[in-house]
């Protein structure tokens, strides 16, 4: 069982940033594939971006590549995305999720354990 918990969202005006965590329990969270997901109200989730077990491959949606970061630290059990030049289409839930997959990191079926969720509203 994995637990996740994020952190950092907030409002921020265009361009600006923000860096989200999110935080695992368990001692097997450097097994597990790690992803970001984001929902807009009335739309779908999205996938945003996604990690390998040891970090050494990452993905990311189209929409967000140069500009979102993710990464993570085994050592501490957490995962982040930074994300800079932020647009109001940005605007939206963004989650964690863990993965025992080590392929189909952009499915959110893949996924096994989710986090609840931080709001994250970008102005114009």
């Known amino acids: 069982q994995v637990q996740l918990v994020e952190s950092g969202g907030g409002l921020v005006q265009a361009g600006g940033s923000l860096r989200l965590s999110c935080a695992a329990s368990?001692?097997?969270?450097?097994?597990?594939?790690m992803g970001w997901f984001r929902q807009a109200p009335g739309k779908e989730r999205e996938f945003v971006a996604a990690?390998?077990?040891?970090?050494?491959?990452?993905y990311y949606a189209d929409s967000v590549k140069g500009r979102f970061t993710i990464s993570r630290d085994n050592a501490k059990n957490t995962v982040y995305l930074q994300m800079n030049s932020l647009k109001p289409e940005d605007t939206a839930v963004y989650y964690c999720?863990?993965?025992?997959?080590?392929?189909?990191?952009?499915?959110?079926?893949?996924?096994?354990?989710w986090g609840q969720g931080t709001q994250v509203t970008v102005s114009s």
């Open positions: 999720a863990a993965s025992r997959s080590i392929d189909y990191l952009t499915d959110n079926a893949y996924y096994d354990y």
């Open positions: 368990g001692r097997t969270f450097s097994s597990f594939a």
């Open positions: 990690i390998s077990w040891s970090g050494g491959n990452t």
